[in-house]
């Protein structure tokens, strides 16, 4: 079985600041990760993901997160907070196989607050 | 459609009444999600289609939960007698098959108040 834990149910940085979200997971085989984002009334958006290949992956808005299988850890960093970054952020792990579906394990989510 | 389309977008309903929410999934996605969401909690997994088979509804919280899909087209979660503790934002997700780390797209969600 799978499982994520992302410290911080809240985070608060002032605008411009770095962006640090924390993902620690759990899984018995190779997994696939990712990073959502929701927005206020909104579902969930895919922010980057994980397969295989490099380590460090980048995604949409300025995110990337680098993947340490000795540390377990899935990270999302941002250099430079922005006003729009404020939302909910979860991390995710799956472990599908190839012709079968990707059930996703969710962390609990961290919100972002940014701060002028 | 261009996305995952989930309606009602809201539903209130009283306890011990039945609930019925619909997922449109996109086009072409042979598997098909429902998560559910509660408050201040992360996304629980419920029930996953691939095609109209459901390979694995380990997440479905009691008997009272239910879901069919129709072909590799729209889905159903039903609540029977429903009570408060089902009140949560239920989401629904479409994918594609067949390839690891295979995005999920999400609707909007169904925001459901038990009273």
């Known amino acids: 079985a799978q499982s994520v834990t992302q410290l911080g149910s809240h985070v608060s940085v002032s605008e411009g600041a770095l962006v640090l979200l924390r993902c620690n997971y759990s899984?018995?085989?190779?997994?696939?990760l990712f990073w959502y984002v929701q927005y206020p009334n909104q579902g969930l958006q895919l922010l980057l993901k994980?397969?295989?290949?490099?380590?460090l992956v980048k995604g949409i808005n300025g995110f990337e997160a680098e993947f340490k299988k000795s540390e377990t850890s899935f990270h999302l960093t941002k250099p430079s907070a922005h006003m729009s970054d404020a939302a909910e952020y979860f991390c995710a792990v799956s472990v599908s196989h190839t012709g079968t579906a990707s059930k996703l394990t969710f962390g609990t989510g961290t919100r972002l607050q940014v701060t002028l | 459609g261009a996305g995952v389309s989930q309606s009602p977008s809201n539903k209130v309903t009283e306890k011990g009444k039945d609930v019925e929410l619909r997922c449109d999934p996109i086009?072409?996605?042979?598997?098909l999600y429902w998560y559910r969401q509660r408050l201040g909690q992360g996304l629980e997994f419920l029930i996953y289609f691939q095609g109209n088979s459901a390979p694995d509804k380990s997440g479905l919280p009691s008997d009272r939960f239910s879901a069919e899909r129709t072909g590799e087209s729209v889905s159903t979660l039903t609540i029977q007698r429903t009570q408060q503790e089902d009140s949560a934002v239920y989401l629904c997700?479409?994918?594609?098959?067949?390839?690891?780390?295979?995005?999920?797209?999400f609707g909007q969600g169904t925001r459901l108040t038990v009273v």
């Open positions: 997700a479409s994918s594609l098959v067949g390839t690891g780390g295979t995005e999920a797209f």
């Open positions: 994980y397969t295989t290949g490099a380590t």
């Open positions: 899984s018995s085989v190779p997994p696939y």
């Open positions: 086009s072409g996605h042979t598997a």
